[in-house]
């Protein structure tokens, strides 16, 4: 059974940096593609990025391009989100997400989700 978990969430100033941590379990990286997403309160959730299974990195928020960047570690089977430059507007919960090889922005491909971990962006 494919699982992925995220953690790092928490509360950080304007401007600053957090790391998003999704462990997977039950696949290996080299066969899932796997996703960020978040959601506001009220809004819609919202693809971020993803990583196929060949590596390859997709951005799909320009609200995000040059800040967060999307890796992976296959050794220990972990997709992270590295969050820099931090705005109120990134206040949200953050999802990672997982199907087989290939990336979309859409919820609907996605068979398997974490649980989400809150990021909240205040001074």
Known sequence: ?????????????PGGSLRLSC????FTLDYGAVAWFRQAPGKE????????????ATNYADSVKGRFTISRD???NTVYLQMN???PDDTAVYY???QLY????????????????????SS
Do not use: F, H, M, N
């Open 45 to 56: 959730r919202e693809a971020i990025l993803c990583i196929t299974s060949d590596g390859e």
């Open 1 to 13: 059974q494919w699982q992925v978990v995220e953690s790092g969430g928490g509360l950080v100033q």
């Open 23 to 26: 462990a997977a379990s039950g």
């Open 96 to 98: 990672c997400a997982a």
């Open 102 to 121: 290939y990336c979309s922005e859409y919820v609907q491909p996605y068979d398997y989700w974490g649980q989400g971990t809150q990021v909240t962006v």
């Open 85 to 87: 430059s931090l705005k």
């Open 74 to 76: 296959i050794a220990k």
